[in-house]
């Protein structure tokens, strides 16, 4: 069965809703060595309709030129990806809404050969997806920066689901990437 890894940029003061605001000048090289592991073991995208519409009109403007490497860019505009969202009919960057109960959906994509599927952001969808156990890593990129209004990490969870802790890289820079697994 295929992994579902999440990752999300954070703020030490738990925001997730802006990074494109304050974690740039943290996506150095030791970042998207990273990111570029995360990308290239999965063979899909998982976003939420927010995410989507953000990165579907960041990444095909990009040429790599921009200080992200040109190869996550070709990857980020070639993976094909799956949106969750109830408004959404159209959508363009190799992405298709999914259609009907998306925690069936997640589950039947996750039964399907191949490797990981990759999520960014963590917001509403992220209530279905750990409601129903799909979830098989989260990848937190803590970034040092004391934001603390705004959209919060699991402010749309109802449910306590635990968590352990399985590995913590730190950046140079600051950044500490924990990753957790549910218990």
Do not use: C
């Not at 959209?151 to 449910?159: A, G, S």
């Amino acid at each position: 069965m295929r992994k579902l890894v999440e990752a999300t940029h954070v703020s030490l003061g738990g925001e997730i809703g802006s990074p494109h605001v304050w974690a740039m000048e943290y996506l150095d090289n030791e970042h998207f060595n990273y990111a570029n592991k995360l990308l290239f073991a999965a063979d899909d995208l998982l976003l939420g309709r927010r995410t989507y519409e953000g990165l579907s009109v960041a990444y095909p403007a990009m040429t790599g030129a921009d200080g992200v490497p040109k190869e996550f860019v070709d990857r980020m505009n070639s993976i094909p990806k799956h949106v969750a969202s109830t408004t959404l009919r159209e959508t363009t960057w190799n992405a298709r809404v999914i259609p009907g109960d998306v925690a069936e959906y997640v589950a039947e994509l996750k039964q399907q050969p191949g490797r990981d599927i990759l999520k960014f952001g963590t917001g509403p969808l992220d209530a279905t997806l750990m409601k129903h156990n799909l979830i098989d890593e989260f990848h937190l990129l803590l970034t040092p920066v004391a934001i603390g209004t705004g959209q919060h990490l699991f402010e749309d969870i109802n449910t306590s689901p635990h968590l352990n802790l399985v590995d913590i890289t730190r950046f140079t820079n600051g950044v500490v990437v924990l990753v957790y697994t549910p218990r």
